[in-house]
């Protein structure tokens, strides 16, 4: 009889398999253990009667603790009342790890308990939990839909250096490394590189860590996270806009499809993803900003949208919401100028709707070298440390455009995750850098 | 008439195309401009025939330099004779942007001219040329065929962190971070967060860049790399050792299938990579050592193989060559002991063929709390540091197994290439953190 992972259960219904897993949980009750249990593919229950295995192995079962690691031999029952349809009655149960203080206790595995940072201390098992099981296994869906959307479609993965010898956006928020007898700083984007690549490859994405320096203790902040930037060459903010669009839809169509069991597990709404379908909805700042005051919100042009305004500006719609032509002087150096007004730079924010805010920032970039080199200046950075991006310029410059959606928001929002530290595996943040 | 991809030429024959992209090279016969055309999808050929354009466009063509950015339209014509199998009639053309003084040439912008350091600082240019373009796309595809490999096996990309408050391996060859007002280290292994991750989702795998300090300035070695980290639970050395298997053979075979015209624009002898199907030899490292000795190669049991060693060893067969069961005292610290002979731990090192070195290196953990303690005691680690992953045996502790493989050094052996910095498109190495 060989071994059989819980997810595959329905494979094998009126068989008997072998388990490999832990006991998630357990109560008794007369002469019936009722088990959950746990491989890491599902969560799944068992029903251990005493009149169908030894009273040593009754007893053995009754006194494990939670997180036990146990090997269970049981008859595969379809049950459309148990979680995933499918339950064990167990013929057989070995203890093989024997657990006796777990120190999660299951009231506390996922919200209400101990505080955050009990938890937070012991992420290596907190992970087992069926919350942050649910949210780490939609975590890899979206991750894997990244790769697949952007690998059918032509482009090629091309990695960002994460040592790179300046800031792209500002200096404050870097982390800085010894490197050997120098320093380094850790990389904020990838975007600049992905211009070279786009340049050399067509269509490009990088999808790795990113880090900020920040001081922020929101809980949308993480100093370390991952952050997928795809580059076009020969694009403009309306191709990165269409793109941006298609990318969301295609992600929260998979997860709908792949993650029903999570998406159960975490309580999620889905008619709030099943909303997430093409066109969404598009104004520019100005008309943002215009709507904002004609609601009672007032706003100031030319500022840069705060938590506050990005929930008002996402409760407009079911869907994200586009918002492009910024106002340049809030905007990076390199995005392309608005041909038809000077004021504005042809960027685009997606905010996400139930109130999570901003998920991807993009924009058509500035091909000409003039423009740039003022941008530079204008904005006191060092010449030095972009000439080889004005390179870009120098050799065969046309408009490339694209965009950066953090990895970490993204799971927040499509699995209604308060905060973004339990949309990775191991969250770092000003005080957290442990386990 | 719509843009159209080189790469897409096959399905437009005999259809009039527009093409956006670069010159990557030209040369004229009376009458014809003989163009290289390239997009960024692939290298094709154009013909212009003064007597089919303008005048103005057969001289602006003529003028315009390597990497000018040009737009084409043209006729597509099915030639076998042609790279890739097809080629353009030009039609129109426009200059958008021209190039004079492109810095590499043509007969340098590969391995002939100018020196490595010279286009190693051109490498957001250099990434343009033919062979850094084939490499680029076929470690694409690895990048690639590794998650789809795991995901079709059920495997959860957990993302190991970055920051990290202790070495994995040994500390000399750590980066240290200015973390706030503490210290942190960048990542060099994320195995011991993935024995966490695995009892939690059973099979992981992280994916991401790793770090080393190491002052080595060898062909293999870069400060910052990409590494693939699977792991499972309830799983031995048997089976990591099947599995490495199984993942080198379905890497191999995806390339050959998928990227075809890469290995023959990097003349790479693809008979070498057919070879490489299962099973792949196994032996000990004891009878490694006795055949070594055998052959007049002198190696005493007990120490690490160097370079000329693993050459050696990998011109024992056509395929990868799996070493296993290595004395402990040259291993970490978290290998499990073979149970057959304490002198020895079950780990796997994989070694390429073609003198390309070890690509993996595997084993079984120790899951005896006990042992570990002692191990961790007698190799001089701080103990509190691993208080969190002695709690991965304290609480339902199984044997756990995984591997890793180092993205570039795979790169490097399957397109044939000498140095493995031109196998990550930014490499970093000991005097290079730019551009």
């Not at 930037?229 to 929260?252: K, S, T, W």
């Not at 100031?300 to 918002?323: H, L, Q, R």
């Amino acid at each position: 009889m060989s071994r059989v992972y819980l997810v595959d259960l329905g494979q094998h219904v009126g068989q008997e398999v072998v388990i490999d897993g832990w006991l998630a949980n357990m109560r008794s009750k007369g002469k019936l253990h009722f088990l959950t249990l746990r491989d890491g593919t599902a969560f799944r229950q068992a029903i251990m009667s005493k009149k169908e295995v030894s009273e040593e192995e009754f007893e053995t079962c009754g006194r494990a603790g939670i997180e036990s690691a146990v090997r269970l031999r049981g008859l595969v029952n379809a049950d459309d009342r148990a979680p995933g349809g499918y339950e064990l009655h167990v013929k057989g149960f070995e203890l093989l790890a024997e657990v006796h203080d777990y120190p999660i206790a299951k009231q506390s595995s996922d919200q209400s308990g101990p505080g955050p940072d009990f938890l937070l201390d012991r992420r290596h098992l907190w992970l087992r939990s069926r919350k942050q099981h649910a949210i780490m296994r939609v975590r890899h869906r979206i991750a894997m839909t990244i790769r697949n959307f952007f690998d059918e479609r032509g482009f090629c993965n091309v990695d960002a250096p994460i040592f790179t010898p300046a800031a792209c956006e500002g200096t404050t928020t870097l982390f800085e490394t010894k490197y050997f007898d120098g320093q380094a700083y850790l990389t904020q984007s990838g975007q600049l590189y992905m211009e070279a690549a786009a340049m050399a490859q067509g269509k490009v994405y990088c999808f790795g860590p990113t880090f900020r320096a920040e001081k922020s203790k929101t809980r949308r902040h993480l100093t370390e996270f991952w952050m997928v930037e795809p580059e076009i060459a020969y694009a403009g903010l309306d191709d990165v806009m269409q793109l941006a669009e298609d990318f969301l839809c295609r992600i929260v169509a998979d997860v709908l499809e792949r993650c029903q069991e999570e998406l159960a597990t975490l309580e999620r709404d889905v008619s709030k993803l099943q909303a997430i379908t093409g066109p969404f909805p598009r104004m520019s700042y100005t008309e943002v900003v215009e709507r904002l005051n004609a609601e009672g919100h007032p706003f100031e042009w030319g500022g840069d949208f705060g938590a506050p305004d990005e929930t008002k500006i996402g409760s407009w719609s079911d869907k994200p919401m586009m918002v492009h032509r910024w106002p340049k002087d809030i905007k990076a150096f390199y995005m392309a100028p608005d041909p038809e007004n000077p004021k504005v730079v042809l960027g685009v924010d997606v905010i996400a709707p139930e109130g999570k805010g901003e998920i991807i920032g993009g924009a058509q970039r500035a091909h000409d070298l003039g423009y740039l080199e003022d941008q530079i200046a204008a904005h006191g950075l060092p010449r030095e440390a972009f000439e080889w991006y004005l390179d870009l310029r120098r050799y065969g410059g046309i408009p490339t455009a694209g965009f950066g959606l953090g990895l970490e928001r993204t799971v927040a929002w499509i699995t209604g995750t308060e905060h973004i530290r339990e949309c990775i595996p191991f969250p770092r943040t000003i005080y957290r850098i442990t386990p």
